[in-house]
């Protein structure tokens, strides 16, 4: 069962950086799907970005051009770097896995979530 667990965040003024971690443990994770989450406050979690086993990527709209996603399969990691961070980020985020891509599109119906990491953009 894949076991993930996400380090990275805190707190930081509009503008800014921060880079997430996704550690992955118990799947073969060259072969799977990953998916970086958010779930603002009174709202439903959300997919940010998403990448295959190959390295192809999606964002959703909010995201583009400031946020990338990547993944190092010798570490079992997949990465979040966020650049130009604005208040309305703020959130806790989550990773996920799945063999299949397009089921990372749909995360109601996810299991396997992680603690997440609490982003806070604030001046």
């Known amino acids: 069962q894949v076991h993930l667990v996400e380090s990275g965040g805190g707190l930081v003024q509009p503008g800014g950086s921060l880079r997430l971690s996704c550690a992955a443990s118990?799947?073969?994770?060259?072969?799977?799907?990953m998916g970086w989450y958010r779930q603002r406050p009174g709202k439903q979690r959300e997919l940010v970005a998403a990448?295959?086993?190959?390295?192809?990527?999606n964002y959703a709209d909010s995201v583009k051009g400031r946020f990338t996603i990547s993944r190092d399969n010798a570490k079992n990691m997949v990465y979040l770097q966020m650049n130009s961070l604005k208040p309305e980020d703020t959130a806790v985020y989550y990773c996920?896995?799945?063999?299949?891509?397009?089921?990372?599109?749909?995360?109601?119906?996810?299991?396997?979530w992680g603690q997440g990491t609490q982003v806070t953009v604030s001046s």
């Open positions: 990448i295959t086993s190959g390295g192809g990527t």
């Open positions: 118990g799947i073969i994770f060259s072969i799977y799907a």
């Open positions: 996920n896995a799945d063999e299949r891509y397009a089921a990372l599109f749909h995360p109601a119906g996810r299991s396997s």
